[in-house]
């Protein structure tokens, strides 16, 4: 394998930014499809891949899910085409004789084991949101993630009767420039990394 | 935006594999930073940026991480050229004056509250290990993530008298397709999605 041209790179990490604005342009379903068929393949351990989505697109939907939101992030979710609510299954493990036919008993790793099962779930799906996000700039979408929001509230509206719970959310659209905050620094590699 | 050439996304999703052997191309230290300064602009709550990588190189540090792997995983550890042992700084709230600055009070958001501190980091050092297995993809590397290791061990053996707890561990280099197992499925749009 050899590196991505810089225009990829910057696509999918230098120059990509949270947007707080989207332009009017739709985000078609095709599109929505094609996100979630290349982000499948991130790698989850023992393939448990919990992640559930729920795409926001109708004025109904977004009408359930502005309350959720809080004050700050309400505005701008009712704004962007569309809001990715990225779930966690955690009833995972019940897909596991599916996702992991190779060893039919890693069903019995999790079962009965709340804290293990609590664990997983939220580091796979949140490693999934990260392929999540890169996957919808690779698509050529913004995206807008938030942990801004009443979790009850929205797990009530949207995963009510469901073993999903909510972990993020993510509005997605073709960004505006016109709503971007100034770019906040990062760690240095010094700060964040060594090689022993 | 447009989306990234066929042969950017098969690098980076359809056909990235999870490897567990890899051939003898070295990794050099600068492969290493350009990883981190790719995945360092992917989006974190409040930027809170938790993840702490230490890349395992030296014998000497391969033969402090080999006994914290469970069976299964050490041999495949060892012959790696590098281990990342993807980190989360429990303490990430003290660099928020300096990540998010334009909100000063961001510390005290998080300060005493344990839970909040602990599924914070967590979800967020995660986010960042999606960002960091597509990153080592993008500059042209193999990933082998890997859940299975005595995390205790792994604390007191790079962690001791920090405030990092490790996350996950992930093998980086040139895959050797040999060592590849079938590849496991993934769910359906469908059984994964819904668009309302």
Redesign the interface.
Known sequence: ?????AD??R????E?R?HNLFTAEPVP?HL??QL????????T???C?P????????P??KARLAPCMSEGNRAKTLQAPVNAIIGMDMAFYD?LP?????NQAARSWFEGKPDLIA??A???S??????F???A???????G???GFDADAANAA?FAGTSVKV??ICNLG?GDPAGL??R????S?EQ?????
Not at 1 to 5: A, D, E, H, Q
Not at 98 to 102: A, I, K
Not at 126 to 131: K, V
Not at 184 to 187: A, Q, Y
Request: aromatic share 12%.
């Open positions: 394998m050899s590196i991505l041209s990829a790179l696509q999918l990490f230098d990509a949270t379903d929505l499809r979630y068929e290349l982000m499948k393949w991130g790698p351990s023992a393939n891949s992640a559930r989505i729920v795409f926001v697109k109708s109904q939907a897909k599916e996702l992991f036919p190779h664990t997983t939220l580091r796979n949140s490693l999934q949101g990260g392929y996000i890169l996957a700039r690779a698509v050529g979408l913004d995206c993630p938030m942990s949207f972990n993020f073709h905050f100034p906040s620094p990062r760690l590699f964040a990394c060594g090689i022993v």
